[in-house]
């Protein structure tokens, strides 16, 4: 078996691959002058499962892409099963058409990992609001792991909470703020989300007993922050 990250999993690439007894294969890239990047695979991946790490966060589409390169080229080279790990995915947020002539996003990616010949995808806390499962929309096997029972034990043996009360900031969050909650031993709820625009959330809570409690809020993804922020003013509200 061969592991392989991407500028966006090597150093968890090097920390699975020593887990494993194994070193990392280099993956070399760098850009042309124009623009265009450059893959070079530092290993013989024949008759090899090949595992690829890929953290799709920040420059979505640039490492999106180069997972495509790196798939395509592994596969090229006689690979024999690529399974890809994408701690963070991207584009999952896309999953409907909201609006008239909106990018299903999340299916063409999808669609786009598969053809370039991934076997098998693990994913943590992929944003699943309205798809039930990641085999909803992956043909390949899709396993959508989560974090939020890790997370709270890291919480449990380093934050002292009185009273705690863990909330997430919408209907969706419920399943990660009950597995926290579970690890924890407190009680769980969810706050209410209006979305008003791509940077801007506006959040009420029903009946929350809160009051004078520590709470922990929990959500599968900070982007700008907003929701994270709208949530804390409400449950700080007198
Ligand atoms: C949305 O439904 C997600 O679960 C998150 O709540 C959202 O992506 C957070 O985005 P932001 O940090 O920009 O409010």
Known sequence: MKILGGSGGRVLAALIARQLGLKATQVETRRFPDGEKYLRVGEDVADQD???????????????????????????????????????????????????????????????????????????????????????????????????????EYVKSNVALERAIVVGPDEESEQWAS?????????????????????????????????GRDVLIIDDIISTGGTIIEAAKILKRP
């Open 50 to 152: 090949v595992v690829i790490i890929q953290s799709i966060h920040h420059q979505p589409d640039e490492l999106l892409f180069e997972y495509f390169l790196l798939c395509d080229t592994v596969k090229d080279l006689g690979a024999k099963r690529v399974v890809a790990v994408f701690p963070y995915f991207a584009y999952a947020r896309q999953d409907s058409r909201f609006n008239p002539g909106e990018a299903v996003s999340f299916r063409t990616v999808a669609k786009l990992l598969e053809d370039v010949g991934t076997a098998e995808l693990f994913s943590i806390d992929m944003h699943q609001h309205r798809v039930g499962r990641a085999s909803d929309v992956f043909k390949i096997p899709a396993h959508n792991l989560t974090a939020a029972p890790l997370l709270a």
């Open 179 to 211: 597995a926290a909650a579970k690890v924890l031993g407190a009680d769980h709820d969810v706050l209410e989300k209006k979305r008003l625009g791509d940077e801007k959330v506006e959040i009420t809570t029903r009946s929350l007993a809160a009051r």
